[in-house]
């Protein structure tokens, strides 16, 4: 097997702790002599063993003289957990092929240097892109210091996301929103603006069998504090916090409103002014790499000229709302048209998903 066999199993390996490493990446490792595996592992929680860690403790002694697989850059310094690249050197591995280099400051190249001091043999930028992909999230934060944003509407065939303004409208079938719901228990938060929680009363979680293995960050744009305390987000904390993005005009000009969501329990996070870009830098703070953006039209209007949007997921119903429907964007599909876009269908429904901004 090549270079690119084992990694390809080593990013298979990473996959699976999708949804339980954040902030860490996710990242996976196998140790290898002459095509035979000796240990194998990833990291499947953020706090425990790295994912060299676990490959290198399954492969014991016969690690010596053996080649590691790892899909990031081993680390360098001391976390929640020791160093991996110091105990790559201890466990006398003779060579590393790595996927991809990790950007955090505290790494940037030294986990290389320090293998290289220990004499071991080291290949980068094996399936770089892939592994770039795969923790699209970790790489957008340390690079664009914001979370990865996809922007998930569900639309009739006509672009349009309701039957009139304030209408609450469902559109799609089970499998699309089965779909829906497995994203959702993926990704670190979910964004939508204070019309949405008037309209919909959202709860904002992953429902249905999806597993989520850290809670899941419900928000609020809410440049007018217009979320009701009794908001059914804030009586349902148990599934995760509740964060209000506002600015510190509309608070200091409503201090009964900041004070009342606060007591419901809502985090409240105060802005200078109206700005997409810096609400979801701030997000980063709570420990936010992946956001889902849901709605509604006017958020998903500001993120896009905010350039905050990395990819567009478009669940299209087959049916029309006509002219008095609600658009979720100003000439939808003219507009978006020189976006690559890929298709898939979900029982009645079809799934169109573009990459806006690419990672790798």
Not at 129 to 156: M, Y
Not at 190 to 211: F, K, M, Q, Y
Not at 343 to 358: A, I, K, N, P, T
Request: some cysteine; proline content about 6%.
């Amino acid at each position: 097997m090549t270079d690119q066999d084992w990694m390809a199993r080593a990013l298979e390996l990473a996959a699976r702790g999708r949804g339980a490493t954040s902030p860490n990446p996710m990242v996976g490792a196998v140790v290898v002599r002459d095509d035979v595996v000796l240990g194998e592992g990833y990291h499947a929680r953020a706090g425990e063993r790295h994912a060299e860690v676990v490959a290198l403790d399954a492969a014991g002694d016969t690690a010596r003289g053996a080649t590691l697989y790892c899909t990031l850059e081993p680390c360098s310094h001391t976390g929640r957990t020791p160093p991996c690249a110091h105990r790559i050197v201890a466990d006398g591995v003779a060579r590393v092929v790595v996927a991809a280099e990790d950007p955090n400051p505290r790494v940037d190249g030294a986990g290389f240097a320090i293998l290289r001091a220990g004499g071991i043999e080291v290949v980068t930028g094996v399936l770089r892109g892939p592994a770039r992909r795969l923790n699209e999230g970790f790489f957008t934060v340390q690079e664009k210091g914001r979370p990865f944003v996809t922007l998930k509407a569900a639309v009739s065939q006509d672009g349009r996301i309701a039957t009139a303004p304030g209408t609450r409208t469902p559109l799609t079938g089970a499998a699309a929103q089965h779909h829906a719901h497995r994203v959702r228990a993926e990704v670190d938060a979910i964004v939508v603006g204070s019309e949405t929680v008037l309209v919909d009363d959202p709860i904002l979680t992953a429902r249905g069998h999806h597993e989520r293995r850290r809670p899941l960050v419900r928000v609020v744009f809410d440049t007018r504090l217009r979320t009701p305390p009794a908001a059914r987000l804030l009586q349902t904390r148990a599934e995760g916090p509740v964060v209000v993005v506002s600015t510190r005009g509309a608070c200091d000009m409503a201090p009964e409103r900041a004070a009342a969501l606060e007591h419901a329990g809502a985090r409240l996070v105060r802005l200078s002014r109206r700005d997409p870009a810096e609400a979801m830098r701030r997000l980063v703070d709570l420990d936010v790499c992946t956001v889902l953006l849901e709605g509604g039209a006017l958020m998903y209007r500001a993120c896009w000229a905010a350039r905050v949007v990395d990819r567009l997921r478009l669940y299209v119903a087959p049916t029309l709302l006509g002219r008095g429907g609600v658009g979720w964007w100003p000439d939808h599909w003219r507009s978006l048209a020189r976006l690559g876009w890929r298709d898939v269908g979900l029982g009645s429904d079809v799934l169109m998903e573009s990459d806006v901004q690419r990672i790798d």
